[in-house]
Every structure is written in C-alpha cells, then in structure tokens.
C-alpha cells in the first residue's frame, strides 16, 4: 500500500519536469522568434576520418527572420553562402551558383534545423526533429534527433545550445562519423 503514494509522487515529479522543459523550450522559441535579425562572428571545426586535424573557418554569420541565412566565410578563404526560401547561392570569387535545397537532401535538414531554431518554430523543428530540451531561458540546450529514418541516414543529431536569445554553439553528427562544430559569438552572448 505504500507504493501507491510512492508511485503517485514519482509521477507527479516526472510530470512537473516534463512541463518545466515544456515551459522553457516556450520561453526560449519566444525569445529567439522575438529577434527578427541576428549576426554573428563564427569558428566552424569539422572533424572528418579523411584528415588528422580539424578544418577550420572564420566568418560571420547573419539570420533575417523568417528564414534568410547567410554564412559569409572569410578565413581559410572567401565564400558566402546565403540560404532564403527555397534556394542555396554559394559565391567563391567570381563565380556563383544558384541550387534548389531539394536537390540537397543531405544539407536540408542542418539548414532546416537552424533555421527553424533562429526563427523560434517549434512546430518546424518538431516536424522534422525529436526535440530534447534542457535547461531554462537564461541557458538552454536542443537535442535534435531526426525523426525520420531516410534523415538518420545523412544526420545522426544536431546539438544546439544557448542563452536567451542567443545561439552559442551548434554541433552536427553526421551518420558516417564526421562532425561539425560552430561556436558563435555576438554582443549580448556569455562566452
């Protein structure tokens, strides 16, 4: 019979968690859809089998809501890539090209989940992702898991965490092994 009042306690402190994440998640996907533009300076490492060291690049990275995105490389060399609607530009000198993201099924779901997360869509995220979150507004971590099985064939997980209204890092595992990290740094973020 003591189980009973165990087991309700148990459950109700599962319950109240699970509503906390819930309520903090809110709180974040409010801040972030709040900010309507953003721009930051990036350190992107990229860990692959193919090479000893990770690869790096430097450049700054800008979001105009609801779904424009622009990495602008300018170390080891310059590029710019800008991502709005439906279409990714890529410029390296003088040349530029123009592709559709549905001819990119490997790049859609990082760009998709950044996005979504830039934007504060919760339901964009929760299409396309299971959604693990941690922590509260003031720092907050996403866990993203594809939910789909022909996604979890090009990514295993997207990390994403932050504070308030800001991202801080965003870590990509690929499912072949290799690994991204971009470290973000802006005016109002905690190093």
């Known amino acids: 019979m003591r189980r009973a009042p165990a087991l309700a306690l148990w459950f109700g402190l599962v319950c109240a968690a699970a509503s906390a994440a819930t309520s903090g998640m809110d709180q974040v996907m409010g801040l972030l859809a709040a900010r309507r533009h953003g721009r930051s300076d990036f350190i992107e490492q990229r860990f692959t089998s193919l090479v000893r060291r990770p690869l ?102 997207i990390d994403v965490d932050g504070a308030g209204a800001d991202l801080l890092h965003v870590e990509i595992l690929y499912a072949d092994g290799d690994r991204s990290r971009m470290t973000l740094r802006n005016s109002t973020a905690p190093p």
């Open 56 to 157: 790096e690049s430097r450049g700054v990275l800008s979001f105009d809501a609801p779904d424009r995105l622009e990495k602008r490389t300018v170390e080891p060399r310059a590029e710019t890539l800008i991502v709005e609607g439906d279409q990714l530009t890529e410029e390296r000198g003088h040349r530029r090209r123009v592709v559709r993201l549905a001819d990119m099924p490997q790049l859609l779901p990082v760009l998709d989940a950044v996005r979504a997360t830039l934007a504060g869509d919760r339901a964009g995220l929760e299409r396309i992702f299971a959604v693990q979150f941690g922590g509260d507004a003031a720092r907050w971590t996403l866990e993203l898991e594809p939910a789909s099985a022909a996604l979890a064939r090009a990514v295993s997980r």
